[in-house]
């Protein structure tokens, strides 16, 4: 426990270095954008979320004042991901739709698939999703969130299938694991191999996700009982 929580304070100082160092680069150099998406990036991930939200819109007026579209699409990206971790989902899609540049439409779409994911709006998660697909056909984020959607909705073969895809070539995903060991248990497939292995990937993520093996259970036996009458 105790070098669980030097560990912290290492990482803590680490985080603290870093955002010191973020802000120097941009009093340096204050006409480069990428110093204030990373800034505001960082405090996102480090839960400091008004100083994100303040750092993302204050550099996004100024860059829109000067007409840099690139620095605007990634800023709003930037804030887009902000909302989505704080759960403000409505205004995460607002922003990730107005994600212009090329390169970076396919996150915009995993991000989107992802929102809808989290609002239970299932055809429009799969829609981004496969819409992302065509754009990044690697992406193990965007088979998962593809088999996500379409598990929500019953579609076990169409799941199945983008599980199958990631797990290829990323076996070491428990999540991965997990969602196929109840796509299996739907199909009335051997199931338990795919739960012990995200068992022992990450006990964690198996207890907390445990309570959805018994979801399938129930919606099964109601399939079934239903069928039999």
Do not use: C
């Amino acid at each position: 426990m105790e070098k669980e929580t030097k560990q912290q304070e290492a990482q803590k100082r680490q985080s603290e270095q870093l955002v010191h160092q973020l802000v120097a680069a941009i009093d340096a150099e204050p006409n480069k954008f990428n110093n204030y998406y990373e800034l505001g990036s960082l405090l996102t991930r480090l839960h400091d979320y008004t100083q994100a939200e303040e750092l993302f819109l204050k550099a996004l007026g100024l860059f829109e004042t000067r007409g840099d579209e690139r620095a605007v699409t990634f800023l709003k990206y930037g804030l887009g991901n902000l909302y989505y971790e704080v759960d403000q989902v409505d205004k995460a899609i607002k922003y990730y739709n107005q994600v212009e540049d090329e390169k970076m439409k396919a996150d915009a779409y995993l991000m989107l698939a992802q929102s809808y994911v989290k609002k239970g709006q299932y055809k429009q998660a799969v829609m981004y999703g496969l819409t992302a697909h065509e754009l990044e056909e690697s992406d193990p984020e965007i088979s998962q969130v593809l088999g996500d959607a379409l598990l929500a909705l019953g579609e076990f073969e169409q799941a199945k299938k983008y599980y199958d895809r990631i797990l290829v070539r990323h076996p070491g995903r428990a999540d991965t694991q997990f969602d196929r060991g109840l796509v299996a248990m739907a199909l009335g497939e051997p199931y338990q191999p795919y739960l012990e292995q995200a068992q022992q990937l990450n006990p964690d993520y198996y207890k907390k996700s445990e309570k959805r093996i018994a979801e399938i259970e129930k919606t099964l036996q109601e399939l079934g009982d239903k069928g039999g009458h």
